[in-house]
């Protein structure tokens, strides 16, 4: 019963540090893509807003209120 409840604790953590992973992500595109708007490349602050989604999507853990501030950049 130890190394089940061990193995279920670690696959827990892991599946945590992954989306602790992705929502850094999220943020760090959502961040580089306002810095591209301020400066006018409107096309790169697409692309980085695109793939913010995209980690959005994948990240059920993911804050609803960043998938609306991702949405209002674009």
Do not use: H, P, W
Not at 11 to 33: H, P, V
Not at 45 to 67: F, M
Request: charged residues 25%; hydrophobic residues 40%.
């Amino acid at each position: 019963m130890v190394g089940k409840n061990q193995a279920a604790a670690e696959s827990k953590s892991t599946m945590k540090e992954i989306g602790n992973r992705e929502q850094f992500l999220i943020r760090a595109y959502k961040g580089r893509a306002s810095v591209y708007l301020l400066i006018g490349e409107s096309a790169k602050t697409i692309e980085d807003c695109k793939k913010a989604l995209s980690y959005y999507a994948k990240n059920t853990g993911a804050n609803s209120s960043l998938k609306a501030d991702i949405a209002i950049e674009v």
